[in-house]
């Protein structure tokens, strides 16, 4: 009865200590926010309570007197061309390497992966030089194109274990009943993979608004930046630096992000366990 208890105790005072340790960081950076900057660096007080009134001027000033809701907009162009090209690609894709028979079908995930594994700071000097001679370096375009060299594998690779775990006697009875193969696909398969699918958007869509090698060497302008290369030029002047002006900046963006990852984090475990 004593050692139950005390597994019982040691699992959920874990849990609450990584819940706590994963919350306080986001609760820090909320209320500080609405922090006056003498409540802010005041010293002695706690970060987590207001010794001042609570203001709403950071907010204003990041969406007034900076660039943020530009590179909002840019970063959303960006995500939605990215999301769009990915899916474009990866689910004919995935699904032919899923019914692909043999040794190579078996092996043909893992392999695809790899290619998603090769760091970005290897990649940016030849991917500049590309993007130099499409003639869409210091625009937002430069992004369309190089991202999807990223996000395509990944979604490839995740997608696999969606039309793994379709059975083939689906496409094989809707083929008998006269259907051709895209009918069948489009019809039959693809609709057991939509959870799958929308995971591999929310992925597209976040690695695109987080990478920032290739934001910050491929545009120059301040107007055709994204977030994750705006926030930190515009925000960060010397040894200046606006925290509730980032945390805000931070938030808005991760929030939503996290709310989506956590409507399809399940999909997003299933198939990691059936691409492996």
Not at 63 to 78: C, E
Not at 112 to 135: K, T
Not at 181 to 200: H, N, S
Request: net charge positive.
């Amino acid at each position: 009865m004593f050692l139950s208890l005390a597994r019982k105790t040691g699992f959920y005072g874990g849990i609450g200590f990584l819940t706590l340790f994963a919350i306080l960081p986001v609760l820090w950076a909320f209320l500080t926010i609405f922090k006056t900057s003498g409540d802010l660096y005041s010293i002695g007080i706690s970060p987590f309570f207001f010794d001042e009134p609570p203001t709403l001027s950071n907010l204003v000033f990041l969406f007034t007197r900076t660039n943020f809701p530009t590179f909002l907009w840019n970063s959303a162009i960006v995500g939605v061309c990215v999301v769009a090209i990915t899916l474009l690609l990866a689910v004919p894709a995935a699904f032919a390497l899923a019914r692909l028979t043999g040794r190579w079908g078996e092996h043909s995930g893992m392999a695809i992966f790899l290619v998603y594994l090769i760091p970005p700071s290897l990649l940016f000097i030849p991917m500049y030089q590309i993007v130099v001679w499409l003639g869409v370096a210091n625009s937002i375009w430069s992004l369309v194109i190089v991202l999807p060299t990223i996000t395509i594998p990944f979604c490839t690779w995740l997608l696999l274990g969606f039309f793994r775990s379709v059975p083939r006697t689906l496409d094989e009875a809707a083929l008998l009943d006269g259907c051709g193969q895209f009918t069948a696909f489009r019809k039959v398969v693809l609709p057991q993979v939509y959870p799958g699918i929308g995971a591999c958007a929310v992925f597209a869509f976040s690695l695109s608004l987080g990478n920032y090698i290739y934001a910050a060497t491929f545009i120059n302008a301040s107007a055709a930046r994204n977030i994750s290369a705006g926030v930190p030029t515009e925000l960060i002047r010397g040894d200046v630096f606006y925290w509730p002006e980032l945390m805000a900046a931070t938030l808005v963006v991760a929030i939503p992000l996290a709310i989506a990852y956590g409507l399809f984090f399940n999909y997003l475990v299933g198939g990691f366990k059936n691409a492996t």
